[in-house]
């Protein structure tokens, strides 16, 4: 039997508001409403801030996962508890939550996708080690010098942003585009959130210029 690719994970920040509502709130010392830290296709992760929840393997939860506009029936298997994230699997397929999730987190499951180049395959820059994460149509391209980028190269959607730090004083930037709608800066904002093996301290500094160039 061929290995199965893991189902994408959305990460809690672009889940907003979105709930795990327990059938029967207090057992476990539930609330009576769990936010998501994470969902797939093939479960989600609990977020619980209350030291006092400690659910085993192999618990076995019902509720309501409601979603923006949907609310969906779920039956639930505890798989393990990490520190405030409790992993969760569902019981029974559920085509109808997963063709949600392919339909509203469509760029999420894009960003996944991403193939981390290694680094060997990559040309050698006088400015830094190179990093590529790509899938053919998008990618993010960046130069790493210490801890810092020196310059990227970000392609999503067909929008395309280059930029360069720490140039001469008479040094313009240029950037293909000088202006993101805000639908698509909201689309670049997932989509540079959920490249895997993205260091956060690049996440913040790619995102800190989409604000600049939103309208």
Aim: proline share 5%.
């Amino acid at each position: 039997m061929g290995k199965q690719n893991r189902a994408v994970r959305i990460k809690n920040w672009s889940l907003g508001d979105i709930n795990f509502i327990p059938e029967a709130p207090g057992t476990h010392n539930l609330p009576t409403e769990v936010p998501l830290a994470n969902i797939s296709e093939n479960g989600i992760g609990l977020w619980i801030q209350d030291t006092r929840v400690y659910l085993a393997p192999g618990t076995n939860l019902k509720g309501n996962i409601e979603l923006p506009g949907e609310s969906f029936v779920t039956q639930l298997k505890v798989l393990r508890q990490h520190k405030y994230v409790i992993g969760c699997s569902f019981v029974d397929e559920d085509t109808a939550l997963s063709h949600y999730l392919q339909t509203h987190f469509n760029v999420e499951e894009k960003a996944n996708h991403l193939i981390n180049v290694k680094g060997e395959f990559l040309a050698e820059r006088d400015d830094g080690k190179p990093h590529w994460h790509t899938d053919g149509i998008s990618e993010l391209y960046y130069i790493e010098s210490g801890s810092r980028i020196t310059r990227y190269r970000l392609i999503y959607q067909k929008h395309e942003i280059y930029k360069y730090y720490n140039q001469p004083p008479d040094y313009k930037i240029e950037e293909v585009i000088h202006q993101l709608p805000i639908q698509i800066y909201d689309e670049f904002i997932r989509f540079i959130n959920h490249i895997n093996e993205l260091p956060f301290g690049y996440r913040k500094e790619i995102k800190n210029d989409l604000d600049e160039l939103c309208e």
